[in-house]
């Protein structure tokens, strides 16, 4: 099972500054399959970055997802009110065929 | 705009069966996957299982001697079910549309409890 792991477990910053969110695999992870998601108390969790870089429809560009083999890498270039949330990371391809990282919350400092 | 939304009892009886539908609203089920996922309260995210609209199907190896999932294409619906339940299985359940290996739509979810 490919563990991935999301460091750091909550980050304290304040809207405009920049973010910047890790995940870690155990294994190699094809860049195909890296995902990040949005999750807010109350609501669905929300596709952010699909191929490890790639936008998905509607997601703003102060978004960006970077990374390879088994270190991924989700950047948020200036906080906005709304972008405080939980992050997930997610892999698909090795038995179980999708997990998930733990996630990181992102608070207001 | 595709839409999700689980439906089910939010109480569940140890050694019982979980059952849960989603509704798919705003676009076809069929030419997907879709899949269930659940989260246990303070955890993290864990695949159950996902199902084609043909009805063929893929399960968490640590779910599938327990696991059920069913399509009805007629209605726009898949289900769960999950057998002989435990505590363990106290989680937030949602229903997603899977491409590409990742989720692009979801519902918001569903408490299911185990508790006598």
């Known amino acids: 099972e490919i563990v991935l792991t999301q460091s750091p477990g909550t980050l304290s910053l304040s809207p405009g500054e920049r973010a910047t969110l890790s995940c870690r695999a155990s294994q190699r992870v094809s860049s195909t399959y890296l995902a990040w998601y949005q999750h807010k108390p109350g609501q669905a969790p929300r596709l952010l970055i699909y191929?490890?870089?790639s936008r998905a429809t509607g997601i703003p560009d102060r978004f960006s997802g970077s990374g390879s083999g088994t270190d991924f890498t989700l950047t948020i270039s200036r906080l906005e009110p709304e972008d405080f949330a939980v992050y997930y990371c997610?892999?698909?391809?090795?038995?179980?065929?999708?997990?998930f990282g733990q996630g990181t919350k992102l608070e207001i400092k | 705009q595709v839409q999700l939304q689980e439906s089910g009892p939010g109480l569940v009886e140890p050694s019982e069966t979980l059952s849960l539908t989603c509704t798919v609203s705003g676009g076809s089920i069929t030419s997907y996957y879709w899949s269930w996922i659940r989260q246990p309260p303070g955890k993290g995210l864990e695949w159950i299982g996902y199902i084609y609209y043909t009805g063929s199907t893929n399960y968490n190896p640590s779910l599938k001697s327990r696991v059920t999932m069913s399509v009805d294409t007629s209605k726009n619906q898949f289900s769960l079910k999950l057998s002989s339940v435990a505590a363990a299985d106290t989680a937030v359940y949602y229903c997603?549309?899977?491409?590409?290996?990742?989720?692009?739509?979801w519902g918001l979810g569903t408490l299911v409890t185990v508790s006598s």
């Open positions: 191929g490890a870089s």
């Open positions: 997603a549309r899977t491409t590409g290996g990742r989720y692009d739509y």
């Open positions: 997610q892999q698909y391809g090795s038995s179980p065929l999708y997990t």
